[in-house]
């Protein structure tokens, strides 16, 4: 199935029921046994890993939470690339994304009230590489920044509840 197959697809789902564009996702954490800071992970069928580095107390077994949101980050743009891409029909040899973020662990430790535990600057660098014009390609970056999910998390608070179970 072509990405406009799907693209196709979702917008008939959606044409005859606008309940079929809301969907859900669920991520399931639980601390490894006898383990401070490797976490296992579950979404849907899949499993991963997350840890930290040795410097902040884990075992560098994985990567550490910041960096798989800046994996989240880039890996969102490249599949959002491919999927405007096709959309426009605008040639895309290959979409190559990396993702730079600065953290101050003054936050995160609670060592200061004045900063963020979050980034301060995370920064997207896109290299495409193919047939279309430079300008095709920056209408392209447009539509991708203006439509891709994880960047529109980085870019704007989302309502976001805690509670203990």
């Known amino acids: 199935m072509s990405l406009i197959d799907v693209i196709e697809g979702t917008r008939e789902a959606i044409d005859k029921d606008l309940h079929n564009a809301a969907v859900s996702f669920r991520v399931t954490n639980a601390l490894a046994p006898g ?5 296992e992970v579950k979404v849907r069928d899949k499993t991963f890993t997350v840890d930290e580095p040795g410097a902040l107390g884990g075992t560098d ?12 980050l880039g890996s969102c743009q490249v599949i959002t690339y ?8 605008i040639p895309l040899g290959s979409v ?3 993702v730079d973020g600065d953290l101050d662990l003054h936050g995160f430790f609670g060592f200061s009230l004045n900063a963020r535990p979050g980034f301060g600057d995370v920064r997207v660098s896109v290299e495409l590489d ?9 209408q392209l970056r447009r539509e991708v920044d203006e439509h891709c999910p994880v960047l529109d998390l980085f870019r704007h608070e989302t ?5 203990l179970t």
Do not use: I, M
């Open 61 to 72: 077994t994985a990567a550490n939470p910041v960096e798989y949101a800046l994996a989240a």
């Open 96 to 98: 190559r994304v990396t």
């Open 82 to 89: 491919q999927f405007w891409a096709a959309k426009r029909g």
């Open 35 to 39: 383990t401070a800071t490797v976490v």
């Open 130 to 138: 193919g047939p279309a014009t430079r300008e095709q390609y920056e």
């Open 159 to 163: 309502p976001v509840s805690t509670r």
